[in-house]
Every structure is written in structure tokens, then in C-alpha cells.
């Protein structure tokens, strides 16, 4: 069988990235590394597919952007900064929607891959460390959105998930809450995780805090609900919830009305995202927003510098989030207890 370049990286013991640099003679590499992969291709008699090369510097003027799932409202904000600075550039965004499994969005990777896409913006959690090492060795630029394996390529875009839910816990404090619950997502997500965190940043140096405090809600709306009754089944006498996005902040809020508690007059609640669902609920949602429409324009930028630049080098880019405070943890309305 032929030698890879996955076989040339593991013999030099360098990564695929770094093999491409050397292979096309772009980005910096030093020249003992230089010397080992050359030695490696060598040994191996790696032979670089030359018309595979030349199809990689096509240009589609089409980029792809992936998605965990669309009906999730915090994406077609996302969706549409993208799309503006793409159309604004002459390119056409692709719509994919993973439904957050690893292996449809590497079913996407091949397809995209072999229609020449000019570059990929991940929204979602599943990829590993081969995924991106393909993408590298296809020499396809990427930007992923909160998280991505260790890599030494491509563009990652978060925001401050941590300090965002200090300061979260802190305005619920503020407002005069006594006893704070936190609602969180799936661990396996580091926005999820960093949240999380933020929380018990916080909440850990007052003397209510319990773990029990802390309870899963799957980033749902029902997982919302289903927190509720879970929290005030062990805390009846909570009077503020964080809910880690404003979907299950969303739940917390219908939760609480079935059981017919006022909000925020017995329980505060807030949540994290900033998304236009939490201007419409009654009472309104105070949030910690994210800039949603600007990680879009970003990500779209980033992708499209790295297209035009052949980039490869590995880069991190934090934005700061805000809080929103509305009519759910007003301090004005807070009174009374259960």
C-alpha cells in the first residue's frame, strides 16, 4: 500500500499540518523539522498526489458552515453574520445541520471536501483530532466556534462563558437572592463546563451553597422544566436560578408558573445567550447575551483572511458578553417568599 501523509507526520513525529507546510512550502517550519519530514517522505517513498494539490487551490468562492441544530434560536443569528460577510465578499454559505453527531458531521466533511468547498466554519462539539488532521491534510481552512481538539491549525472563536456566569451569579446577588440555583448544560460541551464553573466561582464563598444545587438541564427547554421540579424538591427555599442558556431559562420560567410561583417576586431567574426568545416570554428574561450576529461576522472573516492568506497558524479569539438585565430579576419587583 501506498504511504499516507498521516504515515510520513507519525514517522518524523510531527503533525499533518506540519507535513503540508513542508509539502507545499507554506508557513514557517524549521529546517531540522524540515529535514524530517523530507527523510520521512523519503524512507516512506511518499509520493504527494500532484493533481490532488492542484484541485486543493481551486477556488469555489463557497464556504460551508455546520451546525448542531438549527432550531436551536441561538444559530440563525449566528447563521445570518455569516452570510453578510459572505455575500459581501462574493462567497456562498452552505447549510449544513449535524443534529450534533460526529458522524454526520464528518459525512459533511467527505462531501464538502470533494465539491472543492473553499473553507469550513464548525458550530458543533463533536470533531477529534483525525477529523481536523483530514481537513489539514486537504489544506481546507476552518474556524470553530467555542471548542476544538489540540491542534496546531485554524481559528477557534469563543466568548467569556465563565466570567459571563459570575457575573451572572453576582447580579442575582445583587438583586438581593439568598439562595442561587444553577441549571447546566451537557458537561461534555466547554461552554457547558465553563458556565458551570463560573457558577461555583461564586456561589462556593456563601454559606448556602450545596452541590445540590446544581442540577442537568440538557440545554432544553423541557430539561428547564424538569430542573425545576428536581431544585425545589430538594430547595424549597431557593429564591434565584442561573439557568446555563436561555432556553432552559425559558423551561425555568414555565416550570415555576405550573407550580405558581412568581417570577421574580419569590424566584429570580437568569439566563445566558442573549437570544430574541427572551424578549418575548412573560416576564421578560434578564440574560447574560453573547454578541451572536458579530461571532457570525467574525468567523466569516477569519475564514475568508485564512482562504485569501493560506494561513494555517493556530489562533484564539475571546469576545466579552454583557448583562441584560430585564423584568425577571428586577430588584424593584423583588419581594415576599414561599
Partial sequence: M????????????????????????????????????????????????????????????????????????????????????????????????????????????EVLKKKYIDGIIFATNNLVR????????????FVMLDRAPNMESGCVIKVDNFGGAKAAVEHLLNVGCKKIAHVYGPQELTTAKERLAGYEEVAKQQPWYTPTLMIPGDFTIDGGIKAVEALLGKHPDLDGIFAG?????????????????SVPGQVAVCGFDGVNLTEITEPELSTIAQPIYQIGELAANKLIERINLSSTHYETVELGVSLIVRESTRKSVMSGSR
Fill in 245 to 261: 442558556n436561555d432556553q432552559m431559562a425559558v423551561g425555568v420560567l414555565k416550570g415555576l408558573k405550573r407550580r405558581g410561583i
Fill in 130 to 141: 483525525e477529523d481536523l488532521e483530514r481537513m489539514e491534510e486537504a489544506q481546507i481552512p
Fill in 2 to 109: 501506498k504511504a499516507t501523509i498521516r504515515d510520513v507526520a507519525k514517522l518524523a513525529g510531527v503533525s499533518v499540518a506540519t507535513v503540508s507546510r513542508v509539502m507545499n512550502q507554506k508557513g514557517y517550519v524549521n529546517s531540522e523539522t524540515e529535514q524530517k519530514v523530507n527523510k520521512a517522505m523519503q524512507q516512506l517513498k511518499f509520493e504527494p498526489n500532484q493533481m490532488a494539490r492542484g484541485l486543493a487551490g481551486k477556488r469555489t468562492k463557497t464556504i460551508a458552515l455546520i451546525l448542531p441544530d438549527i432550531s436551536n434560536p441561538f444559530f440563525p443569528g449566528l447563521a445570518r453574520g455569516v452570510e453578510d460577510i459572505a455575500q459581501n465578499n462574493g462567497y456562498t454559505v452552505i447549510l449544513c445541520n449535524s443534529d450534533d453527531m460526529g458522524v454526520k458531521e464528518r459525512s459533511y466533511i
